[in-house]
């Protein structure tokens, strides 16, 4: 059992679920970042979610894909791009769950209200901040078929990390996922999650002194036809394709400069 303070949880009921509900790719044009993922993905507009809102969704299998404005909040003038989430965890109860991070001792803000959801925001002990949310709606992928070799699918989403072995046992901890030793001495760690996209913490970025963040990766069965694809399409490659022992891929940037991954695993 850990003790958080004024709450005790048991491993197994931990108050945030162990999987990544949603991955978000923040942006300035709504529109253009909604047009350039549906065309990549060989899917269509859906007008009906930009209709003036915030955000533009993907309700893919496992982790959805949330393009968002931060158009509410850039009128906060307590607000700063450094609040953005990435990763979005569900919770069955908001009030419990910001209570599990709070009593962990980082930083977090009081949960947001509205209607049949809640959310909140906290920053882990790399700076990095996530979200975790609770809906009284039951979720219900929709079932995407793209005319495109790249699949409708968040196959992974990456943390920016500087100190692997304290990362990885923080969101163990934070998830209820044992913490392997031998694992934390590779410059990827993949977070043991219940289903869906995989949840990778990435030291490469800081090893390499990069100035840049890849967000998540899409997966395909035909790395020859997507690269071909996004060749014939005019995306934006950010570099050379790579091919390892597990994995061939490449990077893209969309319009608003942000790295995504197309992968396939071996």
């Known amino acids: 059992m850990v003790d958080h303070g004024s709450a005790i949880f048991k491993a197994g009921s931990l108050p945030i679920e162990n999987r990544v509900g949603s991955v978000f790719v923040h942006v300035t044009d709504l529109r253009r970042a909604a047009e350039w993922y549906s065309r990549l993905l060989g899917l269509p507009i859906m007008e009906e979610r930009l209709n003036g809102g915030p955000v533009y969704w993907f309700d893919f299998q496992g982790a959805h894909l949330i393009l968002d404005s931060d158009a509410a909040n850039r009128e906060n003038p307590d607000w700063s791009e450094e609040m953005m989430p990435r990763i979005m965890f569900p919770t069955r109860d908001i009030d419990l769950a910001y209570q599990y991070i709070r009593d962990k001792g980082v930083t977090v803000w009081e949960p947001e209200r509205h209607g049949t959801m809640a959310f909140f925001n906290f920053r882990d002990p790399e700076g990095n901040t996530q979200m975790v949310c609770w809906s009284e709606q039951n979720e219900v992928a ?79 069965e035909d790395f020859e036809g997507a690269l071909n694809y996004v060749r014939d399409q005019g995306f934006e490659l950010a570099g050379e394709p790579g091919d390892f022992p597990d994995l061939s891929e490449f990077a893209l940037l969309d319009p608003e400069g942000n790295r995504i991954i197309i992968a396939q695993m071996k």
């Not at 043991?192 to 990766?217: I, K, M, P, W």
Request: proline residues 5%.
């Open 142 to 220: 929709s079932r995407f078929e793209g005319q495109s070799p790249i699949m409708p699918r968040v196959g992974g989403v990456f943390v920016d990390v500087k100190h692997m072995p304290s990362a990885a046992r923080w969101y163990c901890e934070l998830l209820g996922v044992p913490y392997e030793e031998d694992a934390a001495a590779q410059h990827v760690y993949s977070i043991r999650t219940a289903s869906g996209a995989a949840l990778l913490l990435d030291q490469n970025r800081h090893l390499n002194g990069d100035s840049f963040t890849e967000v998540f990766y899409f997966e395909t």
